[in-house]
């Protein structure tokens, strides 16, 4: 199994509709992130979670929500989705900034 | 704030040819760089990583980088590439005390043969 898993892999969606991201790992790591990647931006933070108590905003929060369940789970929520949150979803989870991140396989998530 | 450039979007280059990815940064504090590599539908991997000490950093894979703080850059090098390098290149930073990696735009390197 990988260390870290993402679900859905691929998604497509409407207009509007709430949607949810699922990341699990079993690095038994603290940190955890979601980031978004868009052709020529690279990747952008969008939410970090240090522990179950610890959830952040990163510089693209609006329009999603998420929920830390467990040390090992850390979930993204789409509220009501738009067409430009149409983009490759990735979760990590770290020990440390110090020693990287690993990440996840991605969410490719289609809003029509 | 911290921030990463990688002026490069898309590097061709053929195969056994060297090849130099450009990666500046921004940064009010102390920092450690990373390199990561995402092959085709894949998640990204690290490739390297500078924290301190020795300024030359390298993987396992042939691929090293420099890191120059006077001009606050941290080039990855290649003296000879395959085709299976072909993949996109995400440069990282983070500085000391931050919470979180800050990515640069990424650069794709195309192998040809």
């Known amino acids: 199994d990988a260390d870290v898993t993402q679900t859905p892999r691929n998604r497509i969606t409407k207009t509007g509709k709430r949607i949810m991201l699922e990341c699990s790992q079993t690095?038994?790591?603290?940190?955890m992130y979601w980031y978004r990647q868009d052709p020529g931006l690279g990747l952008r933070l969008i939410y970090y979670?240090?522990?179950?108590?610890?959830?952040n905003k990163g510089e693209i929060s609006d329009g999603y929500s998420v929920s830390r369940q467990a040390q090992a789970k850390f979930s993204l929520s789409l509220e009501s989705a738009i067409p430009n949150q149409t983009a490759l979803y990735f979760c990590?989870?770290?020990?440390?900034?110090?020693?990287?991140?690993?990440f996840g396989s991605g969410t490719r998530l289609t809003v029509v | 704030a911290q921030s990463v450039t990688q002026l490069d979007s898309q590097v061709p280059v053929f195969e056994e040819a060297p090849v130099e990815l450009r990666c500046n940064y921004s940064?009010?504090?102390?920092?450690?760089l990373f390199w990561y590599v995402q092959y085709p539908n894949q998640g990204l991997q690290l490739l390297l990583k500078?924290?301190?000490?020795?300024?030359l950093v390298e993987s396992i894979n042939g691929f090293e980088a420099e890191f120059n703080k006077s001009q606050t850059s941290f080039h990855l090098r290649k003296p000879s590439v395959h085709i299976s390098d072909t993949a996109e290149y995400f440069c990282?930073?983070?500085?000391?005390?931050?919470?979180?990696?800050?990515f640069g735009s990424g650069t794709r390197l195309q192998v040809q043969p």
């Open positions: 990590a989870t770290s020990d440390s900034t110090v020693y990287g991140y690993t």
């Open positions: 690095k038994g790591h603290d940190r």
């Open positions: 979670s240090f522990d179950v108590k610890d959830i």
């Open positions: 940064s009010s504090v102390s920092v450690y």
């Open positions: 500078y924290l301190s000490g020795s300024t």
């Open positions: 990282a930073v983070s500085g000391t005390g931050r919470r979180a990696l800050t």
